[in-house]
């Protein structure tokens, strides 16, 4: 290399780091109400699916290898509502809470072992469409990378349950992705 192809490659890398200044003025602009409001819906996923885990072990109900994946999902989804809950306060908005949101469950829910298997299924499933229905839609850079990886965690939780027999455990090639409409009509069901 001599010294005018050296100079060259100090240039374009000097454009390149300027240039990065903008993107980093764009990765952190404040998110917009659109991927707010995504957050939202994905936080009152894992909100249910808390709720959800604490009432079926509380139940008594679950065998042992339910009440195993229902314990795993629950420190699962904690990391996952702490996650999120710090990306909404990064945003300057406050995070729903539990004390938010008052969840009531179909009967017979909780009325046995497969009972709470099968709604453990429902529940992930549309949880992993939540998420994938998310990062189709969230524009914001910071929001990006830890929606997917709570999607990946998601989609094991699904194959998880179904081992347990209430569903497949592969899916579909290409899961379906909710939108928002989808996501809400399902959390509708659960709030009383």
Known sequence: MNRAQLLRRGVAGS???????????????????????????????ELLKLD????????????????RLLHQMHADDTAHYNGLASLFTGAGQTPATAADIDFSY??????SSRSIAK???ELATTSLGAYLGALGTVQTPRFKLPLAQIAANEAQQVSAAGALGNGPMVGAAF??????????????????
Request: no cysteine.
């Open 106 to 111: 179909p009967s017979g829910t909780f009325a």
């Open 175 to 192: 899961a379906p992705a909710l939108n928002a409409d989808q996501v809400t009509t399902f959390l509708d069901v659960y709030e009383s």
């Open 119 to 121: 709604a453990v299924w």
């Open 15 to 45: 454009a390149l780091l300027a240039g990065s200044g903008a993107f980093a003025a764009v990765a952190n602009a404040a998110p917009s109400d659109a991927d707010l409001a995504a957050l939202r819906l994905v936080i009152a996923t």
């Open 52 to 67: 959800f885990a604490t009432s079926a072990i509380g139940s008594g109900k679950a065998d042992g290898p339910t009440t």
